[in-house]
């Protein structure tokens, strides 16, 4: 028998059990909700659109598409899977290399992490997380949230209930990864521009330590023990291993060209014993073996897949430019 794991990837996306999640009926949507089934749902963040898709993920049909705001990226849902945050922001969209005075002005109004409620499926609230939210992770107990500031160099640490933000640290320019330390204690935040990541102590609301990663670093993924983390470089077209105890890079694990193969996401499996890197303009998702950090095999999956997460079922998905592709992980294509 197929041992089916799909992988699910998106430019931003969380995975939430039909317990929690089916949409209600809402005005705001924009389209009527079909008949859903009682398997999980997929929340895809659109951010040329400012909405969020709600997806089955049986029958793949879209259940509804719903208003967000000004350029939702970063997705992650509470402890309790009854909110899903998302990450907006008001600044222009700009590629690498695009000349930033050329822009129009960004409108500091539309930044915030919105507060979408699942079972009313609407965003209830917009959360000040301040300047150019990017990306972000929700401390385990859901009291906080740890924010990366793109236009501001900064991790800000905000305080859900009241909405304020009550720390801020400065890092590396243009921060996007933020991840929480399996413990709890720590928060490791990347930053594109100095090809580095910060550990960030978010009691003290101070930034221990900063060592360089690679390349435009932007996704963290630890080892559940927390010893070990994966980084990925997308300029170099490799993934990073880091030693959390000794806070430095331990080996380079090559994934092809670089310009070419351009990692982006890294996610392991719950065992820890694969990591699934996606690669953007690569087209690809590369499955590492963590035993010998080799690649094992990789897969096409269309234009663009950036954000990657793994089913209930141990199924991956990643969102390419318009919908996620949805494959088992244990079907990936061996590589050349």
Request: hydrophobic share 35%; with cysteine; aromatic share 6%.
């Amino acid at each position: 028998m197929t041992n089916w794991k799909p992988l699910y990837l998106a430019a931003g996306m969380a995975l939430l059990g039909a317990g929690c999640s089916r949409p209600s009926p809402e005005p705001e949507s924009k389209a009527a909700t079909p008949a859903a089934s009682s398997a999980f749902r997929l929340y895809v963040t659109n951010e040329v659109s400012g909405d969020m898709t709600v997806i089955d993920s049986a029958t793949y049909a879209v259940l509804a598409t719903v208003p967000l705001g000004k350029r939702p990226r970063g997705i992650h849902p509470s402890p309790d899977r009854k909110t899903i945050y998302v990450a907006l922001s008001g600044s222009p969209i700009a590629g690498p290399g695009v000349d930033e005075s050329t822009l129009p002005p960004p409108d500091k109004s539309a930044d915030g992490i919105g507060v979408f409620d699942v079972a009313q499926n609407k965003v209830v609230r917009i959360i000040k997380g301040g300047s150019d939210p990017e990306n972000f992770d929700v401390s385990p107990d859901g009291t906080q949230l740890y924010i990366s500031n793109e236009d501001d160099s900064a991790v800000s640490v905000v305080d859900i209930a009241s909405g304020a933000v009550v720390k801020s640290a400065k890092v590396g320019g243009e921060p996007e990864g933020v991840k929480v330390t399996p413990d709890g204690k720590l928060v490791y935040v990347t930053s594109e521009e100095a090809g580095t990541v910060s550990i960030l102590d978010p009691v003290a609301g101070k930034i221990l330590k900063t060592f360089k990663v690679g390349h435009r670093p932007r996704s963290v993924a630890f080892f559940p023990d927390g010893s070990k983390a994966y980084l990925n470089a997308e300029n170099d077209g490799s993934v990073v291993l880091v030693d959390t105890a000794k806070q430095k890079m331990i080996d380079t694990i090559s994934l092809g060209k670089p310009g070419v193969i351009k990692p982006m996401a890294v996610l392991l499996s719950p065992d820890a014993s694969k990591l699934y890197v996606s690669t953007g303009r690569g087209h690809q998702v590369f499955t590492v073996d963590t035993a010998t950090n080799k690649v094992v095999s990789s897969v096409e999956v269309g234009a663009r897949p950036w954000g990657i997460a793994l089913s209930p079922m141990e199924r991956l998905s990643t969102p390419p430019t318009v919908l996620p592709t949805i494959f088992p992980s244990s079907t990936s294509r061996p590589i050349p």
